[in-house]
C-alpha cells in the first residue's frame, strides 16, 4: 500500500517555521514542538502551547509529490488566523488556493489549500 510523506524540503519547511516561532520574542512563554502527526498517512504536526495548554495545532499534510498540499489548524484564535490568511492569500510565506474555517466534524478547524511552491 502506498502512503504519501513530507519530502525533506517540505520537513526543512515545517522545521523553519518552529524555529521561528521559538525564535521569536512573543512567542517566549510557549512551548513549540515539531513531531510526525500521522505517520501512516506522512502528516507532520506543529503544535503550540502555553502552561500545558493547547494554544494551536498546525497540521502539514503532503500531496503525492511530497510538498505540502494542505494544512489544518486547529485550537484558538481561528477567525484571526483565518484573517490573516486571506488577507495576504499566504500561510508561512506560500501561497493559499484557498482557506476556509470547516465546522463540519467534532471541533471547527481552518482547512488551507496551498498552491504549488
Known amino acids: 500500500m502506498f502512503y504519501n510523506h513530507l519530502n525533506n524540503d517540505s ?30 498517512a506522512g502528516v507532520h504536526a506543529l503544535e503550540v502551547t502555553r502552561n500545558g495548554e493547547l494554544i494551536n495545532l498546525w497540521l ?9 498540499a494542505s494544512i489544518a489548524v486547529y485550537g484558538n484564535y481561528l477567525q484571526g488566523h483565518l484573517k490573516a490568511i486571506q488577507s495576504s492569500m499566504t500561510v508561512f510565506g506560500m501561497k493559499i488556493s484557498s482557506a476556509e474555517i470547516d465546522s463540519s466534524g467534532l471541533s471547527d478547524f481552518i482547512d488551507i489549500y496551498l498552491e504549488d511552491y
Open 60 to 68: 502539514f499534510y503532503p500531496g503525492i509529490d511530497g510538498k505540502i
Open 11 to 40: 520537513l526543512r519547511r515545517i522545521n523553519n517555521i518552529a524555529n521561528g516561532f521559538s525564535n521569536h520574542p512573543a512567542y517566549a512563554a510557549y512551548t513549540i514542538k515539531s513531531y510526525p502527526y500521522d505517520i501512516r
